[in-house]
């Protein structure tokens, strides 16, 4: 059996991360397994109380953070503890309804050359979510957020980005691995380092994935589902909106802008 760990960052909304623990503990009863909780320094409090909460398991580790690090280095700070086979970064508004950890680890091990993969999101009501996304390009993520309001070209690209005009009931390699959930081989992810400090928050799984790419193949792997809140505002946010571009600009500085292969 693999030896399983992962990790939640946890920002505020204590009641929404006791959900997210508690569904990953009962969903997933294999022993050789750690939960590591990490709260990026919540000023609502969060962190005490996740830290003075008993969830009568001790496969659970809370570590609260003195400062907020941001998404990508609050995951960074399990790395050095690591030592499982295959470590699953997982949002606080993650809900599981099934056993899906090991055999989704069991799953990525046996595939060969493959690194990294997601499952199926949904929506609490039950509507798929699209987030298997091709390589970002600046016009693509344009398209991302105008889309909606405006339409026409800009609903295209994001159907493109979003890969709507591909099958994706069978799993299948993609090129952008939802931060939301990502299942990655240990020590893949010990080798590249993790995430990459630089950013705060925002378009850091993006360049995560691209890492992994260097090391093997990325994977939708549509069999194995889980539920996603998805509270996703950049756009009513001014400044959540400069954070993302900040974050854009640096991932097109190191990656380039030109299109994927998938």
Excluded at 78 to 101: G, Q, W, Y
Aim: glycine content about 8%; hydrophobic content about 40%; overall charge neutral.
């Amino acid at each position: 059996m693999p030896k399983l760990s992962a990790c939640i960052v946890a920002y505020c909304d204590y009641e929404e991360v006791c959900a997210a623990v508690r569904s990953i503990l009962h969903h997933t009863p294999a022993a050789d397994f750690t939960l590591y909780v990490v709260d990026n320094a919540s000023p609502d409090g969060c962190g005490e109380k996740l830290a003075a909460t008993d969830f009568g398991d001790a496969r659970v580790t809370v570590l609260p953070l003195p400062q907020n690090l941001g998404f990508g280095k609050g995951h960074n700070a399990v790395l050095d503890r690591l030592d499982s086979d295959v470590h699953f970064i997982l949002n606080p508004d993650i809900v599981l309804t099934e056993d899906i950890l090991e055999p989704m680890a069991k799953w990525l091990l046996a595939t060969p050359g493959a690194a990294m993969a997601t499952p199926q999101l949904r929506y609490p009501d039950g509507r798929l979510q699209h987030l298997p996304r091709r390589k970002p390009t600046p016009w693509l993520l344009l398209a991302r957020q105008l889309a909606p309001k405006l339409g026409g070209a800009f609903r295209k690209a994001d159907d493109y980005y979003t890969m709507q005009n591909e099958d994706l009931h069978a799993p299948r390699r993609i090129e952008f691995c939802t931060g939301s959930f990502m299942a990655v081989r240990t020590d893949v992810l010990k080798k590249i380092g993790g995430f990459d400090p630089a950013y705060f928050m925002y378009v850091e799984d993006a360049d995560l994935t691209q890492k992994v790419l260097r090391e093997g193949t990325v994977w939708l792997a549509p069999q194995f589902t889980a539920v996603h809140a998805w509270h996703r505002a950049p756009m009513r946010d001014a400044g959540k909106f400069k954070m993302q571009l900040v974050s854009m600009g640096r991932y097109f500085r190191k990656w380039g802008c030109g299109k994927g292969t998938v």
